[in-house]
T-cell receptor, first 115, second 117 residues
Framework: DSGVTQTPKHLITATGQRVTLRCSPR?????VYWYQQSLDQGLQFLIQ???????AKGNILERFSAQQFPDLHSELNLSSLELGDSALYFC??????????????FGEGSWLTVV | QQQVKQSPQSLIVQKGGISIINCAYE??????FPWYQQFPGKGPALLIA?????SEKKEGRFTISFNKSAKQFSLHIMDSQPGDSATYFC????????????????FGKGTKLSVIP
């Protein structure tokens, strides 16, 4: 158990809908990262937050957004869902903003299926 | 675009054999190279990591070899066991003060390792 908690574990929704994925980082971790894992693209970095502020953006679509709350939990919002958004979404956390050399801990992911 | 290229995509090794997974990168700002192990239904977990100031790091049966001039690094699993069957990801992140602006891990596409008895 990494200490990173993600909900829901599985989600099935229709195209055009909106979903919210939730993440609680490890106790004491200030940085939260969101990754998307699909068979053909591997692990793609989406976005990073540190202590409530956005710090880095990766391949995140405009239909997607995220935020980190004062209690450090984070939510990833996916809207106008398309079939191609079906993937495993991981949240990860680390202690510091500066990742280099810091261990990043992953949750078990949220499986999103868009039908 | 920052990239890490990983090979092979899949690997089948006999129990007791050596598993070797290779990765190559282009961004010279990368200075931290971890390997993650992922079992089905689980998130990736850090296995072992190396920095460019050493050419090799060993932890138990797992060894990272690093070739800075070739911009390549590899994972060797000695005496491979069926319990090692998993997907392995190499990754890289830039130096904290490289000015890269973001320090998130860039992952390879993964290698699915199957160790057969």
């Amino acid at each position: 158990d990494s200490g990173v908690t993600q909900t829901p574990k599985h989600l099935i929704t229709a195209t055009g809908q909106r979903v919210t994925l939730r993440c609680s980082p490890r106790s004491g971790d200030l940085s939260v990262y969101w990754y998307q894992q699909s068979l053909d693209q591997g692990l793609q970095f989406l976005i990073q937050y540190y202590n409530g502020e956005e710090r880095a953006k990766g391949n995140i679509l405009e239909r997607f957004s995220a935020q980190q709350f004062p209690d450090l939990h984070s939510e990833l919002n996916l809207s106008s869902l398309e079939l191609g958004d079906s993937a495993l979404y991981f949240c990860a956390s680390s202690v510091d903003l500066i990742l280099s050399g810091n261990t990043i801990y992953f949750g078990e992911g949220s499986w999103l299926t868009v039908v | 675009q920052q990239q890490v290229k990983q090979s092979p995509q899949s690997l089948i090794v006999q129990k007791g054999g050596i598993s070797i997974i290779n990765c190559a990168y282009e961004n010279t700002a990368f200075d931290y190279f971890p390997w993650y192990q992922q079992f089905p239904g689980k998130g990736p977990a850090l296995l072992i990591a190396i920095r460019p100031d050493v050419s090799e790091k060993k932890e138990g049966r797992f060894t990272i070899s690093f070739n800075k001039s070739a911009k390549q690094f590899s994972l060797h699993i000695m005496d491979s066991q069926p319990g090692d069957s998993a997907t392995y990801f190499c990754a890289a992140s830039p130096h904290a003060y490289s000015g890269a602006g973001s320090y998130q891990l860039t992952f390879g596409k993964g290698t699915k390792l199957s160790v057969i008895p």
